[in-house]
């Protein structure tokens, strides 16, 4: 069992930066696929981006594509998203999510249902 615990969101003034973490314990890091999510206020839960294995494949939500980044330590079990240019749209919960898979179709990982583990979430807020 796979437990993911997320830090660094917080409060944060329109055009600041944040960088969220999430670090993994329990299981065998570099064999997930690792994603981040985020759900709104009275929005549904959605995509915000992916990374694989090793580091080299990433991909991105297109409403967030220029102003975040995905990255992972395998060696301190952790992910991270760096968000830059934030909005006040932005403000939500930051849940990370982990893929027990040795293979995917391409875009498979869009979907709430192709991860296997869940963190707790970090409330982000932005203020305008």
């Known amino acids: 069992q796979v437990q993911l615990i997320e830090a660094g969101g917080g409060l944060v003034q329109a055009g600041g930066s944040l960088r969220l973490s999430c670090e993994a314990s329990?299981?065998?890091?570099?064999?997930?696929?690792m994603g981040w999510f985020r759900q709104g206020p009275g929005q549904e839960r959605e995509f915000v981006a992916v990374i694989n294995w090793s580091g080299a494949g990433t991909d991105y939500a297109g409403a967030v594509k220029d102003r975040v980044g995905i990255s992972r330590d395998n060696v301190k079990n952790t992910v991270y998203l760096q968000l830059n240019s934030l909005k006040p749209e932005d403000t939500a919960v930051y849940f990370c999510?982990?893929?027990?898979?040795?293979?995917?179709?391409?875009?498979?990982?869009?979907?709430?249902?192709?991860?296997?583990?869940w963190g707790q979430g970090t409330q982000v807020t932005v203020a305008s």
């Open positions: 999510a982990a893929a027990d898979r040795t293979y995917y179709e391409s875009t498979a990982y869009f979907a709430e249902t192709f991860y296997d583990f």
């Open positions: 329990g299981g065998t890091f570099n064999h997930y696929v």
